[in-house]
């Protein structure tokens, strides 16, 4: 059965960090590319970055700002988040799209986690 859980949101001042976490099973995370997107209210998903075996990428708006890694041995992604601002306050989501290539935002991701709140104010 797959899943992905997401961990690791909060409330944070601005200019404040967190990390975000996915751990994931039911799959051999190397064969998958896991991507983060996120959702604020009133608002359409936004992909915000996502790693496969071949390299990662990120949106424009957190260029600089968040990394993406991740540990195959531990099956988790990690989303480090850092100078943060009130707009990146949202739901974030992991999620799961089977392929080995360079990974874009724009897939089509088949699984997805319950999300995590996060927070950005003062």
């Known amino acids: 059965q797959v899943q992905l859980v997401e961990s690791g949101g909060g409330l944070v001042q601005p200019g404040g960090s967190l990390r975000l976490s996915c751990i994931v099973s039911?799959?051999?995370?190397?064969?998958?590319?896991i991507g983060w997107f996120r959702r604020a209210p009133g608002k359409e998903y936004e992909g915000v970055s996502c790693i496969s075996r071949s390299g990662s990428n990120y949106a424009d708006s957190v260029k600089g700002r968040f990394t993406i890694s991740r540990d195959n041995a531990r099956n988790t992604v990690y989303l480090q988040m850092n100078s943060l601002k009130p707009e990146d306050t949202a739901v974030y989501y992991c999620a799961a799209d089977r392929t080995t290539f360079l990974c874009r935002l724009g897939n089509m991701y088949e699984y997805w986690g319950q999300g995590t709140q996060v927070a950005v104010s003062s």
């Open positions: 039911g799959f051999t995370l190397d064969d998958y590319a």
